[in-house]
């Protein structure tokens, strides 16, 4: 089954909001944010779906007008369920000048034999500032299915002015890779990659070493922090529980966006 979630967001006087909206069962789309004063929009993407079954195709297109800002929430953990076949998710982020957009979704949980593809597409002009999250999990381990799921990848490409800036292919098939061996995930269950980078020429050098710092904090995880070559920074984390790191990635997103929030008041 194809399903589609379609959403515009525009700026007027300060305050972003929700312009136009088209989903498809089992999306639902639903405001958060109203006890926010910033300005911002946030949205939920809701489903009336356990999870993601074989044959499912998701296809989620976000367009941020010019000086709109949207912060996107997810619903809960995403379940990818036993597959005869495989299942895929296509989402394309359209963000134009001067506006910014964070998403930072709740772990994927990949059951025995499932097969999951996603593809994200963010296209950026100037002036804006993107955040954006993966938390990874090694299946229902409680249920003994620890990497037993069949094949897990995750591209995303980000572009700015139609010229790539970033591409992060995050590629995991237990059956064919030592996914507990050196240079892999090397005896840990979960991983989390968190990308941050901005088109306005802002320095992240301190952030970097802020976060560093919060990052030595977290207990039983190994992580690195690198700077992108375009005003940007990358966060890798290994670990074994996906609450610690999506509680981590949350706080840094909240650091961020009070930052951007700041300098739009």
């Not at 399903?3 to 700026?11: A, D």
């Not at 044959?55 to 997810?74: F, P």
């Not at 100037?126 to 090694?138: A, R, W």
């Not at 088109?199 to 700077?227: C, H, M, P, R, W």
Request: hydrophobic content about 35%; aromatic content about 10%.
């Amino acid at each position: 089954m194809v399903s589609t979630l379609k959403i515009e967001i525009e700026e007027r006087d300060g305050e972003s909001f929700l312009r136009d909206a088209y989903v498809t069962q089992p999306f639902r789309i639903m405001p958060v944010g109203q006890y926010k004063s910033d300005g911002a929009s946030y949205l939920m993407i809701m489903s009336s779906s356990p999870g993601i079954l074989s044959g499912d195709t998701y296809d989620i297109q976000v367009h941020v007008k010019e000086n709109a800002r949207l912060q996107l929430q997810s619903q809960s953990y995403q379940r990818l369920y036993n597959m005869e076949g495989s299942a895929a998710q296509v989402m394309n982020v359209k963000m134009e000048k001067g506006t910014s957009f964070s998403y930072v979704p709740h772990p994927v949980v990949p059951h025995e034999d499932s097969t999951f593809k996603s593809h994200n597409k963010i296209s950026l002009e100037d002036d804006c500032d993107l955040t954006i999250s993966e938390i990874i999990t090694c299946g229902r381990k409680h249920h003994g299915e620890t990497f037993k799921y069949a094949h897990f990848q995750n591209l995303l490409e980000v572009y700015h002015h139609d010229r790539l800036i970033l591409k992060d292919n995050v590629l995991l098939r237990p059956d064919i890779m030592p996914l507990s061996a050196m240079g892999l995930l090397e005896g840990f269950t979960h991983q989390g990659t968190f990308v941050y980078l901005n088109t306005k020429n802002e320095d992240v050098e301190e952030q970097i070493e802020y976060f560093f710092k919060e990052l030595e904090t977290l207990e039983n995880v190994a992580f690195g922090i690198s700077e992108l070559e375009f005003n940007g920074f990358v966060i890798r984390i290994l670990g074994h529980g996906g609450e610690q790191m999506f509680d981590f990635f949350r706080k840094v997103q909240d650091v961020l966006w009070e930052e951007k929030a700041a300098i739009q008041i």
